[in-house]
């Protein structure tokens, strides 16, 4: 089985939690690293580590070669055809802040609107309400059905004169719901309005082509793509990115600097101040790597397929109620058993090996709007297993009798 190939790639998954052999089913709050990723940052500080674009010596040239082929290998996964257009950050989040305080900050007036959706992470609410509540913009929210599908009518209706940014998920990370950004932008691109999607949960299972998407900025994390923590990218159009100011000065992003003014270096440079996390992009082109020998189609046929048995086993059982059943999705699963609390569940989930999420997923409005105070989610990767699910059927089951 192929499966059995690719779970022997990720060392992790052969420890056991409590005793029992580990399932984990938390993938969309970061997925699992291969071997190969491990091996190429303890490679890169073993041989390599130097700072990089400033030491001219052996280890800073190969430091900073490593660091720009994780670049170019990173736009090439996701179409980009220039390498310069992808801005290296700490995450998705850093990505948002970026676009709301370099590019909306400084063009939003009083009564301007920044459009969202209700299913948004925090990532990308919070940073725009912090540069609205600064100039007297205003959120305005696209509702969602409750299905888990986006009123997409309703969201283009948003749309306005005062419209500055919309900013959309791609994959919603609580509903697993696929957003269709491709026809927002359409959208967007006849009014001229910025759209940012956050495609946090999206490059992790199926291919995406960010330029073919016709939006304008393009946010994601490279935890959940089997890369290191703290990595991440923001995809900008080339005259977007030209004419967005930098957020955080210092060393690295600049041209000159006198006491008398500074000028900023072109992008990317301009938005990666002081030391990057370089090993961490090191890991995260290893991991695109390895993604590119794995035959990716059987891999993601095979977790969809592994989703779908996951959400109608859960349909199936007494007390327990989805939250999210859009027919475009991804395999993420929330849901709520009957008199068990989300939290209570994972804790003792995990006490037979399971780990599931549980909580609010940084996703409080989108909580509000389904009236339910915390959910469970199973989130799944290529490398997990119909055994897998069938444990964690067993196990939710014998957890749910306790009650
Ligand atoms: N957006 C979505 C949809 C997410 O799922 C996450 C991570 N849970 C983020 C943004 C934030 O990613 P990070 O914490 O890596 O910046």
Not at 67 to 96: C, M, N, Q
């Amino acid at each position: 089985m192929s499966v059995d190939r690719w779970r022997a790639d990720f060392p992790i998954l052969a420890r056991e939690v409590h005793g029992k052999p580990l399932v984990y089913f938390d993938n969309a709050n970061t997925a699992q690293k291969p071997r190969a990723v491990i091996e190429a940052v303890s490679e890169f500080y073993t041989r390599h580590n130097a700072n990089v674009a400033r030491a001219v010596h052996t280890l800073g040239e190969e430091a900073t070669t490593l660091y720009e082929a994780a670049r170019a290998k990173l736009a090439a996964f996701l179409g980009i055809t220039d390498p310069h257009e992808l801005v290296l950050s700490s995450g998705t989040t850093a990505a948002i802040n970026l676009v709301a305080h370099g590019y909306l900050r400084p063009r939003l007036q009083a009564g301007d609107e920044i459009l969202v959706t209700a299913m948004e992470h925090h990532a990308n609410i919070v940073p725009w309400q912090i540069v609205a509540a600064a100039t007297g913009a205003v959120l305005k929210v696209a509702p969602v059905h409750d299905d888990g599908t986006l009123d997409l009518p309703a969201l283009l209706a948003l749309i306005g004169p005062r419209t500055k940014m919309v900013a959309v998920v791609h994959v919603s990370n609580v509903l697993g719901t696929i957003n269709p950004v491709a026809e927002i932008a359409k959208a967007t691109r006849a009014t001229g309005v910025p759209l940012l999607v956050d495609g946090s949960q999206a490059v992790p299972h199926f291919p995406v082509d960010v330029p073919a998407l016709g939006c304008d900025f393009y946010a994601f994390t490279g935890h959940k793509l089997f890369g290191p923590t703290g990595t991440g990218a923001l995809w900008g159009k080339g005259e977007l990115l030209e004419a967005m100011q930098p957020v955080i000065g210092g060393g690295e992003m600049i041209e000159s600097v006198s006491f008398e003014g500074t000028v900023f270096a072109p992008p990317p440079r301009r938005f990666e101040a002081g030391t990057p996390n370089i090993a961490g992009f090191v890991g995260l082109g290893a991991a695109v790597d390895y993604l590119g020998t794995l035959d990716l189609v059987a891999a993601r046929a095979h977790e969809h397929a592994l989703g779908e048995a996951l959400r109608a086993g859960l349909a199936a059982m007494p007390g327990v109620r989805l939250i999210g059943e859009a027919p475009e999705r991804v395999a993420v699963a929330s849901f709520v058993v009957e008199g068990v609390h989300a939290t209570d569940l994972a804790v003792l989930l995990d006490l037979e090996g399971v780990a599931v999420r549980s909580g609010q997923h940084c996703a409080h409005p989108l909580m509000q709007r389904y009236g339910v105070g915390a959910t469970a989610r199973a989130s799944l990767a290529f490398y997990n297993t119909a055994e897998e699910v069938e444990r964690f059927f067993l196990a939710l089951d014998k957890v749910r009798r306790m009650f």
